[in-house]
């Protein structure tokens, strides 16, 4: 178990012999060993196979001649019509490849665009702006954002563009909404900085009122660009990088007890129904999204501001900066 942990391959774990309703219970004793949520199956009966097939089939590649150590990174850009995403791709790539026009939809297709920086291969995705779910009318608007569906569920990170002038929008909350539902890592980028007037505070007051504005994604990390001129281009592409990796990031099991132990007894949590909540334990099960599933006695009482409690933690001590973690609970 310990060198798999190591490993970044997946791994499907597999509790043979579990024949009946207590054998498969207990499976969940497995999970300490750190290599996700256990498929119970019994090879005598047969209870299980179809499912562990189906998940092997699922985890099988679409492709096979291209190693994931090859494979370029794969960025949504994603935001509001007009907001500056076909100007981000052509000053990025040097070129013309996309209209710019102020009239807001000119983009109505996603359009895929390789590059190269920093000897990493990247794709950018563009894609049209989302819109308001009462603009949809025509089937072309349906289809454009059903095509922004695809883009952000084929990404390995998303790139979300706001306007400076306009901070952070209803409809900009509605593509933030969008991506984390999706459990896209993400990068948020005020675009337009070039055109605001500043004085040496303006940058820390848009990031109060833009943190304010986005509060329950406290870990979406921001940074100020203008695509017109180029300004700070080439450090979204290093921070989407390093997003990308911290997607990929397992934390081992041992540290993730001690983590445990230390924060639910800063914080307990509250007696729900006058019982009393314990953890036992505490699991990575997956990668992209990173996912930890919590072991307690009454997993059903764990309420929201918890479990807000806990991700905040997890994001404190372990990073995961522009990752949507997702936390599971079970009964021991």
């Not at 024949?19 to 969940?28: G, K, L, P, S």
């Not at 070129?95 to 359009?111: F, Q």
């Amino acid at each position: 178990a310990r060198q798999l942990n190591k490993d970044r391959k997946k791994v499907l774990l597999v509790s043979n012999k579990a024949d009946n309703e207590t054998a498969e219970m207990q499976i969940y004793e497995f999970m300490k060993l750190g290599l996700g949520e256990p498929i119970p199956v019994s090879a005598t009966v047969g209870l299980g196979v179809g499912e562990l097939l189906d998940k092997l089939v699922a985890e099988l590649p679409e492709e096979v001649d291209e190693s994931v150590e090859d494979r370029p990174i794969r960025i949504a850009l994603v935001g509001k019509p007009n907001v500056g995403k076909s100007s981000f791709i052509n000053k990025l790539v040097g070129k013309e490849r996309l209209i710019v026009s102020p009239i807001a939809g000119t983009t109505r297709d996603s359009v895929d665009t390789p590059f190269e920086y920093n000897g990493q291969q990247y794709v950018l995705i563009d894609t049209a702006g989302l819109r308001r779910k009462y603009k949809v009318q025509e089937s072309i608007e349906f289809y454009t954002n059903l095509r922004t569906d695809r883009a952000l569920e084929s990404c390995d990170v998303a790139l979300i563009l706001v306007d400076a002038a306009e901070k952070v929008t209803s409809q900009d909350q509605r593509v933030l909404e969008k991506v984390i539902s999706m459990r896209k890592p993400a990068l948020l980028a005020v675009n337009k900085w070039d055109l605001i007037e500043k004085d040496t505070h303006t940058a820390d007051e848009f990031t109060l009122a833009i943190n304010d504005a986005i509060s329950k994604y406290a870990y979406l990390p921001l940074i100020y660009i203008s695509a017109l001129t180029g300004q700070r281009l080439g450090k979204v592409i290093t921070m989407l990088s390093e997003i990308h990796e911290e997607n990929l990031k397992r934390i081992p099991t041992p540290e993730l007890n001690n983590f445990l132990e230390r924060v639910t007894t800063k914080t307990r949590p509250p007696a729900r129904r006058g019982k009393y909540i314990r953890f036992y334990y505490l699991t990575q099960s997956e990668v992209a999204p990173p996912t930890f599933i919590f072991f307690s006695n009454y997993p059903e009482l764990i309420d929201k501001a918890y479990i807000s409690y806990l991700t905040n933690q997890i994001h404190k001590e372990f990073g995961f900066k522009g990752i949507p973690v997702r936390l599971k609970f079970r009964k021991k």
